[in-house]
């Protein structure tokens, strides 16, 4: 039997089979390092459940519970799936601990902390959205599918997500002509340093299996960010229209076969006339 951390944690842990267990405390008696490990993993074993078990936490509040539980459900939907380009990544659980199923709106509230974003988990930044209101607002005015979706995406972004994001240029650059030539979406990236945005990354997303560009700015003077999403859309063009979504401003319009959402919190940000703007094809292009 070879004895690596593994079985030593479970050695630790009593959790071997008597076998098990005698076999280690064989190979424990010729190694004086082995032995060694093992303590160590020994002195690890904190009490942890124990002293969280006796702490008074305040009880998370009801109407947040719900508004998790409504964000799981919209976010669990096929109908409001957003994916980065090339599909989920897994990540491997590691540590000493075989980990538990935590109700859905506890895992998705550790997220939201462990994410940073200053407000939770693709949940939002700062507040929690009503991800369900928020997508039943914009379906009551005829946004498309997609539309909802980026919008509620978009809810994930706090300022400080992307404050001390640096545009690596070469790679926004190189993600561009991905665009153009694998995906078919004429897109360029708008130079909006005149409105007071700044450019931080461009993201190649899916919805339904189909190509999704995001184009996120950063307002200079302050604020949340600003997203500029592309599709393709067989459809008729239509002039811009703004919807809502709780606090955000969603304004969309349709060219040449590809449609276009501007997204973002107000902010004292004029997205009506900024998405006037770039439907006319008017200011500088980065790339």
Not at 171 to 180: A, M, Q, Y
Request: charged share 25%; glycine share 8%.
């Amino acid at each position: 039997m070879n004895i690596d951390d593994t079985l030593l944690m479970a050695y630790v842990d009593n959790a071997l089979s008597p076998d098990e267990r005698q076999c280690v405390e064989k190979k424990l008696d010729g190694s004086a390092e082995a032995a060694s490990h093992v303590a160590l993993l020994r002195a690890s074993r904190l009490p942890y459940q124990q002293a969280f078990a006796h702490q008074k936490l305040p009880p998370v509040p009801e109407n947040l519970k719900r508004k998790i539980e409504q964000m799981v459900r919209a976010f669990a939907s096929n109908d409001e799936t957003i994916e980065q380009y090339g599909g989920g990544i897994a990540v491997p659980m590691q540590g000493r601990c075989t980990p538990r199923v935590a109700p859905a709106w506890l895992a998705v509230a550790f997220v939201a902390g462990a994410f940073g974003w200053a407000g939770l988990l693709r949940l939002g930044p700062g507040a929690t959205p009503d991800i369900m209101s928020a997508s039943a607002s914009l379906e009551s005015q005829g946004a498309s599918p997609w539309v909802r979706a980026a919008a509620n995406y978009q809810q994930l972004y706090t300022r400080d997500t992307l404050a001390h994001l640096d545009p690596d240029l070469r790679l926004s650059e190189r993600i561009v002509d991905e665009i153009r030539r694998d995906d078919g979406i004429a897109v360029s990236i708008p130079d909006l340093s005149s409105m007071g945005l700044e450019f931080k990354r461009v993201q190649r997303l899916r919805f339904h299996d189909k190509p999704l560009v995001q184009i996120v700015y950063l307002p200079k003077s302050g604020g949340s960010p600003v997203a500029l999403c592309v599709t393709k859309e067989a459809k008729p063009d239509h002039a811009i229209a703004a919807q809502d979504i709780d606090d955000m401003d969603v304004v969309t319009w349709r060219q040449a076969q590809q449609g276009y959402a501007l997204i973002g919190k107000t902010d004292g940000m004029d997205l009506n006339m900024l998405g006037k703007q770039l439907s006319e094809g008017g200011g500088e292009q980065l790339y």
